[in-house]
C-alpha cells in the first residue's frame, strides 16, 4: 500500500549520528552555563522541570548520557538556535536525504519528522540544513512531547493528530523497537541500516523509489 504521509526519524535515519554526538551535543554543552546565564527569563521555566538542587549539573549529566528528557531538548534547541543563527552551525544530513524529500514531495506524499530532539531543533536542523533549507517539504514535527518512541501509544497519537489511518503512514527509523512499536500501532514501517549489515533498506533512495 502506497502510504499517504512517510514519517521520519532523524539520527541515523536522514542525518548522521555522528553529527548529533560528536557537534550538537558538545555545542550545547559548551554553551549551556552561558545561555542560562545570559537568558533567565527563558530558562526558569525550563530549569524548574529539572529535579535537584544543581539543575545545571543535572543538565550537564543528562546530555553525557544523552538523556531524552523535554527540558533538556527544550534547552539544546535554544542554544542550537544561536549557533544556527550565527553560522556556526550547519546541519547535517546524507546525501539520499534531500532528493528523497524532494521525490516524495512532488508524489504528494506529505512528510513529517518524529525525533526525541525538540521541534524546534528539528526545525533548525533542516532549515540550516548542509543542503539549504528543507522545511519546504515538512509538513510537521513531533517531539518527546507526543510520547516515547518506542512505544505503540505514541504513533497512534501520531495517526491522530495527522487524521488518518494508521496504515496509511510510513515511518522509517533505524532503531528497531521503535519500528516495532510503529508496527504495533497499525503503522507500516521500514528499518533503516546505513552500514549495509542488516534492516530493510540501506538508504532512503530505496525507500519509495
Not at 516524495?104 to 506524499?109: F, N, R, T
Not at 500501532?185 to 533503516?192: P, R, T, V
Amino acid at each position: 500500500m502506497t502510504p499517504r504521509a512517510i514519517l521520519l526519524d532523524i539520527e541515523g535515519t536522514t542525518t548522521s549520528i555522528a553529527f548529533v554526538a560528536e557537534t550538537l551535543f558538545p555545542f550545547a554543552r559548551k554553551h549551556l552555563v552561558e545561555f542560562v546565564c545570559a537568558n533567565p527569563e527563558v530558562s526558569a521555566p525550563i530549569l524548574a522541570e529539572v529535579p535537584g538542587d544543581d539543575k545545571v549539573a543535572t543538565l550537564l549529566g543528562w546530555i553525557d548520557e544523552d538523556r531524552k528528557a523535554t527540558p533538556l531538548k527544550t534547552l539544546q534547541g535554544l542554544i542550537w538556535e544561536a549557533g544556527y543563527a550565527s553560522g556556526e552551525l550547519a546541519g547535517h544530513v546524507y546525501p539520499d536525504t534531500p532528493d528523497a524529500l524532494q521525490r516524495w514531495h512532488a508524489a504528494g506524499i506529505a512528510i513529517h519528522i518524529y525525533s526525541s530532539g525538540s521541534v524546534a531543533a528539528q526545525k533548525l536542523l533542516f532549515g540550516h540544513s548542509v543542503a539549504g533549507d528543507l522545511t519546504r517539504f515538512l509538513g510537521g514535527y513531533f517531539d518527546t512531547t507526543t510520547g516515547p518512541k518506542r512505544e505503540a501509544d505514541s504513533y497512534a497519537r501520531i495517526a491522530a493528530a495527522l487524521s488518518l489511518p494508521p496504515s496509511a503512514i510510513l515511518f522509517v527509523s533505524d532503531i528497531q523497537p521503535e519500528v516495532d512499536a510503529a508496527r504495533a500501532a497499525g503503522l507500516q514501517a521500514l528499518l533503516i541500516d546505513r552500514d549495509g549489515t542488516g534492516g530493510d533498506v540501506h538508504s532512503l533512495a530505496q525507500v519509495l523509489p
